[in-house]
């Protein structure tokens, strides 16, 4: 297999006029764990700076990190005590602005992760909060008295996203306070105009730091209902992808209320403030596919994007993998667009789902970069790295800490279904090369978390030379997507093939006008071979993942178990 040769982007007049964020491509950094700079065993951002050379290689056009702003990192960032600062184990504002810089001196565009829903309950906003029951900040955070006798049992009846009460009782004032996460990250009062006001204000401030774009976490949480009356009873006992209900109720009062529907509007309007270049948001929010598009707006003028994890827990077979496109598609037709994510910082790594299959690992690059959406890479994603065995009680992640103490049964039942109860495993360092530290840290120093312990094989310089490897395969998935127009944005047909065996997925990527040609993808979700008629086609095989060469196209092919055939139809 070998490189494919780089063509000049055919960027014509229409496809300007298509936004950035639509056709881009993303990569997911998480700070901690990408590449310690200054050897403290800890990732920071001149580690990431020093990176930027390789993601630029690789291919990809837009970076997403996840928060790098002060924090006591009870949650590793998604705990901030000042949005403003910068966490020093990362760096400083200087290195924020360098990299932004860097960022953007090479074409690509940078996204930061806003946690608008809590603070950490060390923010200077809780102190005071908690303080003194007339605090001026009290009305900032969610406080309410206990229910009777005594007001020692929590307000309602609300659960937090983990399971067990959001409420947690507080000595020093004899109230309750709510989070809808873990009990050190308060939930904001949204319905306090001053906190609104000041969390609009640290958008606007990322924005004018040369932001392109803000990950916005769990943002299905932020408002609560103004009643607190108890969520109604459900006999769902777990929460799931396509569905957030569960632990036995229907969170219709803490999650999807419709004032959070409606505040995804006014934020995109403090977005639409920042026009040169455009701006985009993409929301964590949970759900199917038919309740997710609610928050992009009716009229597209909500969040731009929102995550769809069903991928996350998908079944990959062909009937499976087309009516989860089937789903997506319907929801988010023009001018939404869908997203595809196979995996991220909570989420077991993808490979593992695939117990390791390398040609599966590469099949799914395939229809991740081909199918119309905006794809979001994890990092190490594109070398196959895999999850890290820690067990709970070595967990650094406080939600191991959380089910440390639950019964085995349990932790195992969790297992079978995909959640990551430590999600350190997924965390573990990237792997850039076969040295001790793997080229994350220098070799004196003691990573974070322990390396993988395959760090040695699986790493970015021996894939680098391995034209068979999943790192060159995403490579020339990812040149080939910013080659065609039409893996960008085109609209998605499937293509109707009565032959087909039902494990081939196979769709063809059209951009309207049909000036530049169709491209069109065979995915063969088996590892039996499947012959494919070509005779219709006039064009060249622009990718496989199994030979790599491009082609003119031959009247019949032999698809191999596994395999990704992306062929360009031009006569
Ligand atoms: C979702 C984030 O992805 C996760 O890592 C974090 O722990 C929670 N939100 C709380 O902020």
Known sequence: MHDLPSERPRLSPVDSQVPWWKRTTTYQIYPRSFADANGDGIGDLRGILGKLDYLQRLGVETLWLSPFFQSPQ????????????????YGTMDDVRALIREVHARGMKIVLDMVLNHTSALHPWFAASRRDRGDPKRDWYIWRDGRKPGGKAPPNNWRSMLGGSGWHYDEATDQWYFASFLDFQPDLNYRNPEV??????????????????????IFNALF???????NPFSWRPMPTESNPHGFFQRHIHTIDH??????????RKVVDEFADPPRFLVGEVFGDAAMLRRYCGEAADGLHLVFLFETLNARWQGRHVRALIQAFEHAFPEPFSPTFVLGNHDRPRSIHRLRGGRDEAKLLAALQLTVRGVPFIYYGEEIGMDNHDIPLHEGLDPVSARFRM????????????GVLLNRDECRSPMQWDASKNAGFSPDDATPWLPLHRRSAAVNVATQEGDPESILCCYRNLLALRREQPALQWGQLAWIAAPRLPDNVVAFRRILPG?????V???????KRVAELDLSAY??????????????AVPPAYTLRGFEAVVVLDQP
Do not use: C
């Not at 006001?197 to 040369?210: E, I, K, P, S, T």
């Open 224 to 230: 609560k209902d103004a009643s607190f009356a108890d």
């Open 520 to 526: 069109e993808v065979f995915l063969n979700f088996s």
């Open 74 to 89: 009870a949650d590793f960032g998604y705990d901030i005590s000042d949005h403003f600062a910068i966490a020093e184990e």
């Open 196 to 217: 609104k006001a000041a969390m609009l204000d640290v958008v606007r401030h990322w924005f004018a730091q040369g932001a392109d774009g803000l990950r916005l976490d």
């Open 514 to 518: 049909n000036g530049a040609g169709a």
């Open 258 to 267: 419709p004032d959070t529907i409606a505040f995804a509007r006014e934020l």
């Open 406 to 417: 639950a019964p085995r049964w349990l932790v195992r039942w969790f297992r079978r279904r």
């Open 538 to 551: 006039a064009g060249r095989v622009l990718f496989s993942n199994r030979t790599g060469q491009r082609s």
